[in-house]
């Protein structure tokens, strides 16, 4: 089993930026892909970047040169770092471990044009 808890959402202004983490516990030895997920009001959740254990990533169109995620596999955390927001990126933001099929319960972003 793992547990997966995000933080550090919150509210900005467009062009700000935010981080978020997730930090996992339980069985996390064999977690390899971690991925972020994002889910708009009204609308399904979408892949925003996943991470595997070997650092290789990969990004949505849509957040592709703004967002950065990253990983330490020491510490058991994934991050966001999230640049020049934009009100479309309003959403409440999941961390994920599909391995296990695990997820957080989110955090909320919210940004204001």
């Known amino acids: 089993q793992v547990q997966l808890v995000e933080s550090g959402g919150g509210w900005v202004q467009a062009g700000g930026s935010l981080t978020l983490s997730c930090a996992a516990s339980?069985?996390?030895?064999?977690?390899?892909?971690m991925a972020w997920y994002r889910r708009a009001s009204g609308k399904p959740r979408d892949l925003v970047a996943t991470i595997t254990s070997g650092s290789s990533t990969n990004y949505a169109d849509s957040v592709k040169g703004r967002f950065t995620i990253s990983r330490d596999n020491g510490k058991n955390t994934v991050h966001l770092q999230m640049n020049n927001l934009k009100p479309e990126d309003t959403a409440v933001y999941y961390c994920n471990a599909p391995d296990y099929a695990a997820w957080g319960r989110g955090t909320q972003v919210t940004v204001s044009s």
């Open positions: 339980g069985t996390t030895l064999s977690i390899n892909t």
